[in-house]
């Protein structure tokens, strides 16, 4: 059995001087969570291959505005 991954867009990814991250929420809180990229592909998207979890609930709206911490509210949730 191999391990789990996840693809994001590019516009749900972040990056500083730490590497790649992403937010997710948990218990209404957003957290910033550092994600290991694989391969990008297709139009800006991007294989996780370290850091996320089977039903992590990606910020994707929003996600240059929120800091760690900051109680979010969803308003549309997509299943991928």
Do not use: F
């Not at 191999?2 to 809180?29: A, P, R």
């Amino acid at each position: 059995i191999g391990d789990w991954s996840s693809d994001v867009c590019s516009s749900d990814l972040m990056m500083d001087d730490k590497g790649h991250y992403v937010y997710v929420v948990e218990n209404n809180k957003a957290i910033r969570r550092m994600v290991t990229t694989g391969k990008m592909y297709g139009e800006g998207m991007w294989m996780i291959e370290k850091g996320l979890k089977p039903n992590d609930v990606v910020i994707t709206k929003g996600n240059v505005r929120v800091n760690d911490g900051q109680t979010v509210t969803i308003d549309h949730l997509e299943v991928a």
